[in-house]
């Protein structure tokens, strides 16, 4: 009904299709935090755990307590954050790949096709990565130049978490005060 305001759980990949779905459609959201719900369901001691005993609680939780009004993301910033999280798979698989490289070294007697084939996957994976981080610089250009300009005039703050910043804050446009912020980077105003 016109007005609703529906809540759900953060649950991963799965409540971001819904959410932008309702979210684009003028349909109050709010996406909660499962360990919220989680404890507010041990408070209320309930002792079943059905999908309909969660989706009461998660009502009764939302009529309770002030929840957060959900802010779809722009087409942007959903690539980009897409292109974070394969960046982290890529920089972690990177990284198995060096160290696997060096613990053949280490064997004394490495294979020539496995120690060639490591290097050639390391090789791909840089590309990978620079592909990346490439795309996501030019993505970032296109909406947030200034933004980016800004943060790395800071002393300490590089490219990279410059970036990162301006995408999980979609450009600090997240927060209506500087407290805000404050609050979501864990700092004392």
Do not use: W
């Not at 016109?2 to 709010?30: C, D, I, P």
């Not at 920089?91 to 790949?97: G, N, P, Y």
């Not at 933004?147 to 979609?170: M, Y």
């Amino acid at each position: 009904p016109k007005g609703s305001l529906v809540v759900m759980e953060a649950t991963g990949y799965y409540h971001y299709r819904l959410a932008q779905f309702l979210y684009k459609n003028s349909v109050l959201v709010s996406v909660v935090n499962p360990l919220s719900i989680k404890r507010f369901i041990q408070m209320k001691l309930a002792k079943v755990k059905t999908d309909k005993s969660d989706a009461k609680a998660i009502c009764e939780y939302a009529l309770i307590n002030e929840v957060p009004i959900y802010n779809a993301l722009t087409d942007t910033q959903s690539e980009c954050l897409q292109l974070f999280r394969l960046l982290d798979t890529y920089l972690k698989q990177r990284t198995a790949t060096k160290n696997k490289i060096h613990g053949e070294a280490v064997l004394g007697i490495p294979s020539k096709f496995v120690y060639r084939s490591l290097i050639r996957n390391k090789k791909q994976l840089n590309k990978e990565v620079a592909a990346i981080e490439s795309k996501i610089l030019s993505l970032v250009k296109e909406d947030q130049q200034e933004q980016l300009t800004l943060l790395t005039s800071i002393p300490g703050i590089g490219q990279k978490t410059a970036l990162f910043l301006i995408v999980v804050t979609d450009g600090f446009n997240k927060f209506e005060t500087a407290a805000q912020l404050c609050s979501y980077v864990g700092i004392t105003p």
